[in-house]
């Protein structure tokens, strides 16, 4: 299984919140699990996504999905 590490600068000047995850390509679905070190502490998370790969390859795609992912976690309100 395919491991990713990168970070990522919250919009709010914050420390950066570092990422690890590890995907998993079956047809045109990626699962994967998320660990996450933030300043709010460790977290963790999984799912999956359809992807197309005739236009973007598998790590292009979970890179891609990661940085939206937490750049949609610094304005979403957890209830």
């Known amino acids: 299984m395919p491991t990713l590490d990168g970070s990522h600068s919250p919009g709010s000047g914050g420390p950066a919140v570092a990422y690890r995850v590890d995907y998993e390509v ?8 998320a660990h996450f070190s933030g300043a709010d502490g460790p977290s963790a998370h999984e799912g ?8 973007v390859e598998a790590k292009g795609a979970v890179e891609a999905f990661m940085q939206n ?5 610094d304005w979403d309100v957890a209830p």
């Not at 047809?27 to 994967?32: F, K, L, Q, V």
């Not at 999956?48 to 236009?55: C, G, R, T, V």
């Open 26 to 33: 079956v047809g045109r679905t990626i699962s994967y699990r």
């Open 48 to 55: 999956q996504f359809d992807f197309d790969p005739a236009h």
């Open 69 to 73: 992912h937490i750049a949609k976690a």
